[in-house]
């Protein structure tokens, strides 16, 4: 089973900051999924990820499959981005079959 | 399209009861996982399932338990609730392939007294 580590594990920041998200795991993947969770539980995936870099608006998420850490980070950060981000890999490493997660990022974005 | 349907929202039972709830996937996904989250432990991969087939299973109890019908919607069961089984339980749906994006329901809020 791949084990994941999140880093920091709660995060405020002003808005306007740039914010930094690292995950870090065990075993090599196919992919790494970073994860959205606001209140009230729902779950959107922003990235899903197996090399090299992705950006959507703010958002970029790179990876490095070699040192298996990725980082999300967030430009020109809002506080409609507070939410917990959760970094998430394939269960068994193969990718077609579950994920096992970080502990999440809880970050808030002050006005 | 419509998204990912879990039902219900909100459950309350209490210890020792059994109880089971539903996920119904994006049209033509045919890979539904279950997870569990808590404050303590966070998000907990429970068991996949593809073509009606469990294909992984995380490390839960046997008192968990899932199944997935030929529509691609998917059931999972708790038997005999404990405290601890408090707990929100999200599904997501994919197409299957390896690397797909996944999609996830809203969840479930399961509260056992």
């Known amino acids: 089973k791949n084990e994941v580590e999140q880093s920091p594990q709660n995060l405020t920041a002003q808005e306007g900051e740039f914010i930094t998200i690292n995950c870090s795991y065990s075993?090599?993947?196919?992919?790494l999924h970073w994860l959205q969770q606001h209140p009230g539980g729902g779950i959107v995936s922003l990235f899903m990820?197996?090399?090299g870099k992705k950006k959507h608006g703010r958002l970029i998420a790179t990876i490095n499959i070699q040192e298996k850490h990725s980082s999300l980070h967030i430009t020109a950060s809002h506080p409609r981005d507070s939410a917990v981000y959760i970094c998430?890999?394939?269960?068994?490493?193969?990718?077609?079959?579950?994920?096992?997660f970080g502990k999440g990022t809880h970050l808030i974005i002050q006005p | 399209k419509a998204g990912v349907t879990q039902t219900p929202r909100y459950l309350i039972k209490t210890r020792g009861q059994q109880v089971t709830l539903s996920c119904s996937p994006i049209?033509?996904?045919?890979?539904v996982s279950w997870y569990q989250q808590t404050p303590g432990q966070g998000l907990q991969f429970l068991f996949e399932y593809f073509s009606e087939t469990q294909r992984n299973k995380g490390n839960f109890p046997g008192r968990f338990s899932g199944r997935q019908f030929s529509n691609s919607r998917s059931e999972m069961n708790v038997s005999t609730l404990e405290l601890g089984d408090s707990a929100l339980y999200l599904c997501?749906?994919?197409?299957?392939?390896?690397?797909?994006?996944?999609?996830f329901g809203n969840g479930t809020r399961l509260t056992v007294t």
């Open positions: 998430a890999v394939p269960y068994s490493g193969g990718g077609a079959d579950g994920l096992t």
């Open positions: 075993v090599g993947i196919s992919a």
């Open positions: 997501a749906s994919s197409p299957g392939q390896k690397n797909s994006p996944l999609h």
């Open positions: 990820l197996s090399s």
């Open positions: 049209s033509g996904h045919r890979s």
